[in-house]
């Protein structure tokens, strides 16, 4: 929602930089205001850290913001969530084989495929419909490309050494901060003066989906697995529903029920651990 009215007044990639820059910036005084720190350079873990904060940088913001934000120029919003949904689906194999203790089995597979049904339904399969734009197939990739960095970048987060959760995020947002900004500046240069529509939506992107989120994420990836997190990809576009519902007065889709029902089927499969009856 927020990314629909911020592209009405900046450019994607102007987007993504002033989406990252707010929320390192509002981490990065949050962290000094409690007290706490960056992650040190120095020390046994110091560099190896700071790598792993650059991969988050670079593969759980830039890139992935960059790729939804301008593809959702080009593609049906519809169409960009489903392909959220498909996150979960690549983190299921990434995380067997590379976190050690991260295990896979035939009810959690079943889980994510009922959830990711449940979430084609409450979109519909409009979505797929193609609208004629020259751009939409490079766009489709694009939104795909940044299902696939949202996949890698839990991983590199969950492979992290030990690090305060908050100092990681900042860290992570301050790196890619430095990648974007100078990139939307060199590509679409100082934007425009915007409707205070677009300004709104920036600040809602950086304070809400990026700053908070990205703290949320680390915490969940470090205490319960990237797989765990990777099903919240289920329950964005039921919430999307229910803003637009509540906040934008859309009507309320008559199979949201239903997809509601299989996607907290397919979260209780995959998480529930059932007892043999004796």
């Known amino acids: 929602m927020g990314s629909k009215y911020a592209l009405t ?46 991969g988050m940088a670079l593969f759980s913001n830039a890139i992935p913001f960059t790729l939804l934000s301008w593809g959702q120029l080009h593609v049906s919003s519809g169409f960009a969530g489903i392909t959220m949904a498909v996150v979960p689906l690549l983190v299921l194999p990434l995380a067997f084989l590379l976190v050690p203790g991260e295990q896979t089995n035939l009810r959690k597979t079943i889980g994510f495929f009922i959830g990711f049904a449940g979430t084609i339904l409450l979109i519909g399969f ?52 430095g990648v974007m900004v100078p990139l939307a500046l060199w590509l679409e240069g100082l934007p425009d003066a915007p409707a205070r529509e677009a300004l709104w939506g920036v600040v809602y992107l950086g304070l809400f989906p990026t700053a908070l989120a990205t703290i949320i994420l680390v915490t969940v990836i470090n205490s319960a ?34 997809a509601l029902a299989l996607i907290l089927l397919g979260l209780a499969i995959s998480q529930v651990r059932f007892r043999r009856m004796v």
């Open 126 to 177: 409009d979505a797929f419909d193609l609208s004629g734009n020259d751009l939409e197939g490079v766009a489709r990739l694009a939104c795909v490309g940044a299902a696939c960095c949202y996949a890698i970048g839990s991983i590199i987060t969950r492979l992290c050494p030990p690090v305060s959760n908050m100092g990681f995020a900042a860290g992570a947002l301050l790196l890619a901060s």
């Open 9 to 54: 007044g900046f450019g994607p990639f102007t987007v993504a930089a002033l989406r990252i820059a707010l929320g390192a910036v509002a981490l990065t005084v949050m962290i000094h205001a409690l007290g706490r720190r960056l992650p040190a350079w120095s020390g046994p873990n110091g560099r190896r850290i700071w790598i792993h904060c650059l």
């Open 225 to 258: 697995g990237p797989s765990f997190l990777s099903l919240v990809n289920y329950q964005v576009p039921v919430w999307a529903v229910v803003f637009g519902v509540v906040l934008l007065g859309e009507p309320l889709p008559g199979r949201f029920v239903g």
